[in-house]
């Protein structure tokens, strides 16, 4: 497993590849604020290429918005990746020219193979965000094909899923946003727990609890990795800094994840990889 920033994650034993999202371009604030916004091919080349990056077998994306979902058709196209995600994501793919044969618009819980991996997306939810960033975000579905260059609110939410992938050497849930479905992880296992942290320090103590509950504790978790807590405006570096405090507080947000967790709480650098084990074995980085 490597993480590669926001809610990009490689997941690899070798020989079947998979990511989730596939954000690299990481835009300015000021880009996101005054200008139209298209993949940046260069950063994209390069975060494939730091992370060893020449194929994938899918690449799965947890929701639509432009931190998630932006560079997908790019990215797809490079590594032969089929893309997987809602009616939204497949208007990503569209619009940035992806064959129609390489788009899979998921069910949830669905199982979905690829090598020794088993994929299911499982219902979830966004954190909240304020007033004025969701409805430059936007929250609803993409209507039409996105075609890039376009302003971020193109890059609506569309459905929000978090993914659990089992393969025999161990099992990750992997949340893309700090939100849950009520009881939609009951029926599932995973050894380590991959949960977004930004903006979940600014939430209640009760959010932040019932959060911890339908995810690292409703799957049985033994370690939680915190992800999207990067600074997603600046380029992806193995030292990138958290995101400011304007927009998330990385320490109370650690601590909301940490402080209601039992077991390990690990933070992972981006192009850092981990080797994942089973409960059943003794754990190891590398």
């Given at each position: 497993?490597?993480?590669?920033?926001?809610?990009?994650?490689?997941?690899?034993?070798?020989?079947?590849?998979?990511?989730?999202?596939?954000?690299?371009?990481?835009?300015?604030?000021?880009?996101?604020?005054?200008?139209?916004?298209?993949?940046?091919?260069?950063?994209?080349?390069?975060?494939?290429?730091?992370?060893?990056?020449?194929?994938?077998?899918?690449?799965?994306?947890?929701?639509?918005?432009?931190?998630?979902?932006?560079?997908?058709?790019?990215?797809?196209?490079?590594?032969?990746?089929?893309?997987?995600?809602?009616?939204?994501?497949?208007?990503?793919?569209?619009?940035?020219?992806?064959?129609?044969?390489?788009?899979?618009?998921?069910?949830?819980?669905?199982?979905?193979?690829?090598?020794?991996?088993?994929?299911?997306?499982v219902p979830a939810s966004h954190v909240p965000l304020p007033a004025a960033v969701e409805a430059m975000t936007?929250?609803?579905?993409?209507?039409?094909?996105?075609?890039?260059?376009?302003?971020?609110?193109?890059?609506?939410?569309?459905?929000?899923?978090?993914v659990v992938i089992s393969h025999p050497n161990g099992s990750v849930l992997i949340q893309g946003s700090s939100?849950?479905?009520?009881?939609?992880?009951?029926?599932?296992?995973?050894?380590?727990?991959?949960?977004?942290?930004?903006?979940?320090?600014?939430?209640?103590?009760?959010?932040?609890?019932?959060?911890?509950?339908?995810?690292?504790?409703?799957?049985?978790?033994?370690?939680?990795?915190?992800?999207?807590?990067?600074?997603?405006?600046?380029?992806?570096?193995?030292?990138?800094?958290?995101?400011?405090?304007?927009?998330?507080?990385?320490?109370?947000?650690?601590?909301?994840?940490?402080?209601?967790?039992?077991?390990?709480?690990?933070?992972?650098?981006?192009?850092?990889?981990?080797?994942?084990?089973?409960?059943?074995?003794?754990?190891?980085?590398?």
């Open positions: 497993l490597t993480y590669l920033g926001t809610s990009t994650i490689l997941i690899s034993d070798g020989s079947t590849h998979l990511l989730t999202d596939g954000y690299f371009s990481r835009v300015s604030i000021p880009q996101l604020l005054f200008t139209r916004l298209k993949p940046d091919e260069q950063r994209i080349d390069q975060a494939l290429e730091q992370a060893g990056i020449t194929s994938l077998d899918a690449l799965l994306v947890l929701h639509s918005h432009f931190d998630h979902a932006m560079d997908v058709a790019v990215v797809a196209q490079k590594t032969g990746a089929q893309l997987l995600g809602s009616t939204s994501t497949a208007m990503v793919g569209r619009g940035g020219e992806l064959p129609e044969s390489r788009i899979t618009t998921i069910e949830t819980h669905h199982p979905y193979q690829f090598g020794q991996f088993t994929v299911r997306f936007g929250k609803g579905d993409i209507p039409a094909p996105v075609v890039p260059p376009a302003r971020v609110g193109a890059w609506e939410e569309g459905q929000s899923y978090g939100g849950a479905a009520p009881g939609a992880l009951d029926a599932y296992q995973a050894d380590y727990a991959l949960l977004a942290s930004a903006s979940l320090g600014k939430q209640s103590d009760h959010y932040q609890q019932s959060f911890m509950e339908e995810t690292a504790k409703a799957v049985g978790a033994h370690t939680v990795i915190p992800v999207h807590w990067d600074d997603f405006f600046s380029e992806l570096t193995p030292d990138v800094k958290p995101l400011p405090w304007g927009l998330d507080n990385m320490h109370d947000s650690f601590h909301a994840l940490a402080d209601r967790h039992e077991g390990d709480f690990l933070v992972l650098p981006p192009f850092q990889r981990f080797t994942l084990k089973a409960q059943s074995q003794p754990e190891s980085g590398q």
